[in-house]
């Protein structure tokens, strides 16, 4: 069984920097596509980034495209994502998320493992 848990959100002046983590369980990230999303208030689930094969080239949506930066640590077997120059419309619960099928898809229902969440607050 795969299990993930996310840590590193918490409160974040906008401009500042955060660093949300992810660890996994269960599986080699390495056999996975990994992705971030993330789900504010009265809105849908939504894509932030992911790494969704072995070439390790990194997706973004537009929106967080050269503020954050996803990461993966083989060794630890973790998922990272660096939040540079976040804003308060990044104001959000986050999400780490895996699909064993490896669809490299940016739909929240094509993945099969979820973490609990952490919440980011960007103050202005």
């Known amino acids: 069984q795969v299990q993930l848990r996310e840590s590193g959100g918490g409160l974040v002046q906008a401009g500042g920097s955060l660093r949300l983590s992810c660890v996994v369980s269960g599986r080699i990230i390495s056999s996975l596509s990994m992705a971030w999303f993330r789900q504010a208030p009265g809105k849908e689930r939504e894509f932030v980034a992911g790494?969704?094969?072995?070439?390790?080239?990194?997706y973004y949506a537009d929106a967080v495209t050269g503020r954050f930066t996803i990461s993966e640590d083989n060794a630890e077997n973790k998922v990272h994502l660096q939040m540079n120059s976040p804003k308060p419309e990044d104001t959000a619960v986050y999400y780490c998320?895996?699909?064993?099928?490896?669809?490299?898809?940016?739909?929240?229902?094509?993945?099969?493992?979820w973490g609990q969440g952490t919440q980011v607050t960007v103050s202005a």
């Open positions: 998320a895996a699909d064993s099928t490896r669809r490299g898809s940016r739909q929240s229902y094509d993945y099969d493992y």
């Open positions: 790494v969704f094969w072995s070439d390790g080239v990194a």
